[in-house]
């Protein structure tokens, strides 16, 4: 070996002389020279002079080749800070372990390049036969089996099992007798492995207490005292605990044994790393060691030994020895006990056995399969005791440590399960025991190690996943194991879903999954392929399922083509091309099966929902994932066949008397809710989330339409069958019949029909409202039409049917008051119409939403006016009594048993209250209207006063019964009317007329300045039996002209006209034209002839009117006015007129003398009738004469 270079050797001299100097650690001496030359004795030699009195100033180490070190030494402030870093940047890892050598007095070899140096140096003949890393065969294998057997390791192998191992080693590579005995003889002849014992100093425990500052422990082979090894100092004063591994040649196996002594240091021992849990490889290579190598071998140490440990290397077995040994010392008694780790090696290359212990467990598991003849997912994973020392001999051979052999065991078993699968439970306990580390940490891999794992892996997961493609197909056969199974082998997933992959590792080469289709490649997660095995799973079982359809074997025999229509479906074919519902010979029984499968996947996902306990460790669920490819097969299949059959539909007319013969729209109908109640479901589990068939209403639009229109007809039939079979007797404390309570019924069916569609888009479900609406509006007026009917056969049989007439009507209340009426606002139609304008275009959807609407008023409208014509028909009964009375005599209606009290006594008791009223009010009207036309037909008969005081008297003995009702008589004015009319003919009045314009006297003294329609100026004066009449001007007119101007006169009437015959000429001013500001002047005079005594007339009046001139229509009156004649001052009487003072009139509103007034004055009088109608005329029209 080649001296070290100047460089590093001044480097190391600097190292060694600080170190001494501040007591921190040991040095090296002064000597130049190569680090090969230098022995332990001459170390010691300078480490004494050290001690002794230190370097003096000349010793220093001096610069290399005249020149001072480029290395800076470490400060003297600082002398524990960087020393162990320094030396080994100087020296490099190789120096480090030719150092660690030196110090220990052992060879130290660097076991990176062990198997280099091998090669360039020569194989000794122990390893002659070793396997190289890259390649070998079973046959290979087999040799160094047959050779580990010839040379065993341990103390349980004897020669009588050495027979049996052969046998099974013969029988597992399945070799022949020939080669074998020949393999078998070319491993006996190579010579025996070099053995070393492999070693790890764990801890020890009940140490007799004494003062001490630190424990440590030297271990050597009895025969070879002088290689010893110590581990770190431990302060520990009560457990020390080290962990420490080392190794030591072995060459005398029967009589050689382990030596391990325990010291304690009485002075505190610093170490230079605090680290105590390194291998033997990374200690030698420390400083501290080359420290304790000095403090062993010095004199000065001030340490005892507390305790020695001795076990021989025979009583090692094969297999790793985990022992406490205990301490002695002389004859004294037990000191404690140390904690060890022991095994037996040899020196060959721990990766060549690695894959040599691989591939062995392969076979070995292979020929216990194959020997047991066990199940499928049974077998536990036990070898045989032969199998099992094969194993543990390899293992020693090749040295390697427990994650070597777990790794290695791993790998063969994932090899094997692939051929012949065994029990998850075997595979679980293993991959936790490989991936977990003592702290329950995640163990990393290096990258050779990743590689043999993750290639395990790769030949595991295909077994895994086609585990998951049949679970469906053996839940029929799932019990308690198979859970187990499945289980552990998802557990395993589990923990392979958080290790990650190296990325130049292919997981899932497409050749090993070509069952499995995926969108996301053949290299994606494996979370993401349970996925897809999981949907591969269920989209097998339910197209094997939905094959299965069977109509029966008539059905089969005579329907050929909906079997080969069916296959389309089964096959997906109805996804590339539109399946015609022609091409089905019997598509409702297609409609039939699927109707009866569907409900069963709602069944199957619920049984699959026992897996997601087990599949929640991968954060999956199982369940849901089978109903999203549930849910993709049915849309795929179901969404052609039934928008195939809508449009087929026959349109609906309601004249056909079977619109639906095979009852394609019923059978839809039932498919629609079996698709609900599957939607429903799934919402359990996507909440909300947009699924396939979540706009499976679409498809049904058509067929649920005409459904409804079909349903329509069927309600209307069973209304008249309802109708035809009730009597009109009231049921038990009620008042109406069975048939109401038939059609509340009815409409209540259509009401939860609709509710079951639970059409979930307010903009579709408006049609179906409306359709809806609409045939409860329909049902309404068939019902209202059909009940008059039945009224008009039972009227046309003899005898009383007034009970049955208040039935029928009580019949069409209850229909409008607790069925239409509930039922609109139970549906919120109002509300719907009003969502639909806001989110909709206005205009269309108003236009539909007030034609549904209408059709509600309209219904009751028809049902109000079929139940008034009933109630008009219970009421003749009393207005026929009324009529037979000409006279009307009160006498005979006010008994108690009057035939107009007993039909009011049935009406009040047979009626509900709101009908009762109503029929009162129709009566109390006709008997208005009755009484009213009698006076019309009689005024011109010359009737005596008292006939209209007894008219009078029914009419308030009539008005006085009803009033106690709390009616409100709708025609007011009638009423009020005739009752004047008969007080004026009671009383024999004279002139009503004149009584009317007293009336509107005292109408105009209230009149106030807003009502006021403008003023008069007038001059009136009596003088020599003529009334003198001179019209001034008016002011302030109102007129309906925009422009504001008018062309105004003024017509003058004396009243009562009877008496004042030149009254009767047309008295009236010229017209001013266009007068503007509403005002216009006159100054006309007018003089009327006056009879004796007339001018004193009591209530004698002067009628002024203004009206407005239009001469190409009608003159529109302004206003009028009134004077009585003793409001004219008489004082002026015989005095000029022009001294006369003026008066300023009011004008207020006409208004016409009512023609009752007109009829009466003219059956009462002789007067000239053609002016009071000529009067009534003038004020009415507003024309000009």
């Known amino acids: 070996m080649k001296a070290w270079p100047q460089k590093k050797l001044a480097a190391l001299k600097s190292w060694v002389f600080y170190s001494w100097k501040y007591f921190y650690i040991f040095l090296l001496d002064k000597l130049r020279l190569s680090a090969m030359e230098l022995n332990m004795d001459e170390m010691l030699s300078a480490g004494e002079r050290v001690l002794n009195g230190g370097l003096e100033d000349e010793e220093q180490p001096a610069a290399v080749n005249g020149t001072d070190s480029e290395l800076p030494l470490p400060p003297v402030e600082t002398p524990h800070q960087g020393r162990e870093s320094i030396l080994m940047s100087e020296l490099g890892k190789e120096g480090m372990d030719v150092l660690a050598g030196l110090i220990r007095s052992e060879p130290v070899v660097n076991c990176d390049k062990a198997a280099a140096e091998d090669g360039a140096d020569g194989k000794s003949n122990a390893e002659s036969h070793s396997l190289t890393i890259n390649e070998f065969t079973e046959e290979q294998l087999y040799c160094e089996l047959l050779y580990q057997t010839h040379h065993p390791l341990g103390n349980d192998v004897s020669d009588a099992n050495q027979g049996q191992i052969f046998d099974f080693l013969k029988t597992a590579f399945r070799i022949d007798d020939k080669k074998h005995e020949e393999k ?124 020695i440990a001795e076990i021989l290397i025979k009583d090692i077995p094969s297999g790793a020895m985990d022992e406490w040994i205990p301490l002695k010392k002389e004859q004294k008694k037990a000191r404690g006990e140390v904690h060890v780790l022991l095994s037996l090696g040899t020196s060959r290359d721990v990766q060549v056995g690695c894959k040599e212990h691989r591939r062995l467990v392969r076979v070995l598991v292979r020929s216990e399969l194959e020997n047991r003849a066990k199940a499928p997912f049974t077998w536990d994973g036990r070898l045989s005791d032969t199998a099992e020392q094969v194993l543990t001999q390899h293992r020693a051979h090749a040295s390697l440590d427990e994650s070597h052999v777990q790794l290695a065991r791993w790998a063969g078993f994932c090899d094997q399960h692939e051929e012949t699968p065994f029990n998850f439970h075997v595979l679980e306990a293993m991959l936790k025991k490989l991936t977990t580390t003592q702290d329950g940490a995640h163990r990393t891999f290096a990258n050779h190690e990743a590689k043999v794992f993750w290639d395990a892996n790769r030949n595991l997961l295909p077994t895994c996943l086609k585990f998951i493609r049949f679970l469906f197909k053996m839940s029929n056969s799932y019990g308690n194991a198979m859970e187990a199974q499945l289980s552990s082998m998802l557990r395993i997933l589990a923990i392979l879903i958080e290790i990650k992959p190296p990325e130049d590792i292919d997981m899932f080469p497409s050749y090993k999954y070509t069952w499995l289709k995926t969108d996301h490649g053949h290299n994606s997660k494996l979370k993401r392929k349970v996925l897809d095995a999981i949907k591969h799973s269920a989209r097998e079982w339910i197209e094997e399922r939905f094959a299965k359809i069977e109509f029966g074997e008539e059905e089969k025999e005579d329907n050929p083509q909906c079997w080969a229509i069916l296959s389309k479906y089964k096959d997906g074919g109805v996804a590339k091309r539109k399946i015609k519902v022609q091409e089905i010979a019997n598509p409702k029984a297609l409609l039939s099966c699927y109707n009866n499968e569907i409900p069963g996947l709602k069944e199957c996902v619920l049984s699959s929902s026992f897996h997601d306990e087990q599949f929640k460790c991968l954060d999956i669920q199982y369940s849901k994932v089978v109903l999203q490819v549930f849910d993709n097969k049915v849309n795929q ?137 609409k045939s409860i509006t329909a049902c309404t007026k068939h019902y209202a039409d059909q009940i008059r009917q039945k009224v008009v056969k039972v009227t046309d049989l003899p005898g009383d049917y007034e009970i049955q007439l208040c039935t029928a009507i009580n019949n069409i209340e209850h229909i409008l008051v607790e069925g239409l009426e509930p039922l609109m606002k139970k549906l919120n139609v109002e509300a719907l119409f009003m969502t639909l304008t806001k989110i ?286 003793d409001k004219i001052n008489r004082d002026y009487a015989n005095k000029a007129f022009a001294d006369v003072p003026q008066m300023e009139l009011p004008l207020i509103d006409l208004v016409d003398v009512p023609q009752d007034l007109v009829r009466i004055k003219k059956s009462k009088t002789c007067d000239t009738v053609t002016d009071l109608d000529t009067i009534a005329t003038n004020e009415s029209t507003g024309t000009l004469n």
């Open 840 to 1125: 909709r275009s206005h205009i269309p959807e108003c236009h539909k939403g007030l034609k549904v609407l209408s059709r509600v008023v309209d219904a009751a409208e028809n049902a109000d006016q079929k139940m008034m014509e009933i109630v008009q028909e219970v009421s003749e009964k009393i207005l026929k009594v009324v009529r037979e009375n000409q006279s009307l005599s009160p006498t005979r209606f006010m008994s108690p048993i009057s035939p107009i009290n007993i039909h009011l006594g049935v009406l009040k008791r047979q009626l509900s209250k709101h009908n009762y009223h109503r029929a009162i009010t129709f009566i109390w009207e006709s008997i208005v209207e009755l009484i009213k036309q009698i006076v019309d037909t009689t005024h011109m008969e010359d009737k005596p006063p008292g006939f209209y005081k007894n008219l009078k008297k029914s009419l308030e003995f009539f008005e006085s019964a009803f009033s106690r009702e709390s009616l409100a008589f709708k025609n007011g004015e009638l009423l009020e009317a005739t009752k004047t009319i008969l007080e004026t003919l009671s009383k024999n009045s004279i002139d009503p007329v004149h009584k009317f314009y007293l009336e509107r006297l005292v109408v105009q003294g209230k009149v106030d300045d807003y009502d006021k329609r403008g003023q008069i100026n007038v001059l009136l004066q009596f003088q020599e039996k003529s009334l003198k009449i001179e019209i001034l001007n008016v002011r302030n007119l109102r007129t309906r002209s925009k422009e504001g101007d008018c062309s105004p006169y003024v017509r003058i009437d004396l009243i009562p006209k009877q008496n004042f015959p030149d009254s009767n000429k047309k008295l009236k001013t010229k017209i001013q034209k266009r007068s503007l500001k509403n005002c216009a002047t006159f100054e006309e005079y007018f003089e009327i002839a006056m009879a004796d005594g007339s001018e004193n007339m009591e209530n004698a009046l002067v009628h002024l009117v203004v009206k407005d001139y239009n001469r190409f229509g009608h003159n529109m009156v302004i206003g009028e006015t009134l004077v009585r004649f």
């Open 184 to 307: 078998k003889n070319e491993a006996k002849i190579k010579d025996k492995p070099d053995v070393k014992l492999n070693l790890e100093i764990i801890e020890v425990r009940d140490l007799k207490s004494s003062e001490t500052s630190g424990t440590s422990a030297v271990y050597y082979l009895k025969n070879q005292p002088d290689n010893k090894a110590e581990s770190d100092v431990q302060h520990d004063k009560k457990i020390p605990v080290w962990n420490e591994k080392g190794s030591l040649p072995i060459s005398d196996k029967e009589n050689d044994a382990l030596i391990v002594e325990i010291w304690k240091y009485a002075e505190e021992v610093p170490n230079a790393s605090p680290s105590s849990n390194k291998t033997v490889k990374d200690k030698i290579g420390t400083l501290k060691n080359m420290a304790k190598g000095l403090v062993l071998n010095s004199k000065n140490a001030d340490r005892k030994c507390s305790g």
């Open 637 to 773: 299949v179901v969404r052609p066949l039934v928008l195939s059959i809508c449009n087929s539909l026959k349109k609906y007319d309601p004249k056909d008397k079977e619109p639906d013969p095979q009852n394609k729209s019923t059978d839809l109908v039932c498919l629609y809710f079996t698709l609900k109640n599957f939607n429903e479901f799934e919402d359990t589990y996507f909440h909300g989330e947009k699924v396939k068939c979540s706009d499976f209403h679409n498809w049904f639009a058509r067929g649920v339409s005409q459904w409804l229109d079909i349903t329509l007809l069927k309600a209307m039939n069973m209304i008249k069958a309802a109708v035809e079979l009730d009597q009109l007797e009231p049921l038990d404390d009620v008042k109406f019949s069975s048939s109401a309570v038939d059609v509340l019924g009815i409409f209540d069916m259509l009401e939860k029909d609709l509710r079951a569609l639970k059409w979930p888009d307010e903009k579709d479900e408006f049609p179906l409202m409306a359709k809806l609406v």
